[in-house]
């Protein structure tokens, strides 16, 4: 089980750390993934990050301005958003799996296999 959190409103060009901990599993041996979606569009990719910690992947809008950790010891993984822009207002979720993905598909939801539940990021001022 994931349980996504950290969640809120700021204001633009303000910053929010969001947390994912896993439960019943050890995320050190997954990779992972950050999506979001809006009412009426599809999930879209955020970030990604592989269990060996080797190799982070970023939409191109979110490069330079979000970065995706783990800290196996707590078994959580984050995602630290830094610059928010309204457009960034979503609900985000964290995602794993064990399979070890080919590049090429850490970029899509179906490719993981456990999801959280989502945790709402507002940008408005």
């Known amino acids: 089980q994931l349980q996504a959190s950290g969640g809120g409103l700021v204001r633009p060009g303000g910053s929010l750390r969001l947390s994912c901990a896993a439960s019943g599993f050890a995320l050190e041996y997954f990779d992972i993934g950050w999506f979001r979606q809006t009412p009426g569009k599809e999930r879209e990719f955020v970030a990604a990050?592989?269990?060996?910690?080797?190799?982070?992947y970023y939409a191109d809008s979110m490069k330079g301005r979000f970065t995706i950790s783990r800290d196996n010891g707590k078994n959580t993984v984050y995602l630290q958003m830094n610059s928010l822009k309204p457009e960034d207002t979503a609900v985000y979720y964290c995602?794993?799996?064990?399979?070890?993905?080919?590049?090429?598909?850490?970029?899509?939801?179906?490719?993981?296999?456990?999801w959280g539940q989502g945790t709402l990021v507002t940008v408005s001022s």
């Open positions: 990050r592989r269990w060996s910690g080797v190799g982070a």
């Open positions: 995602a794993a799996t064990p399979r070890r993905l080919i590049t090429s598909s850490v970029y899509y939801p179906n490719a993981y296999d456990y």
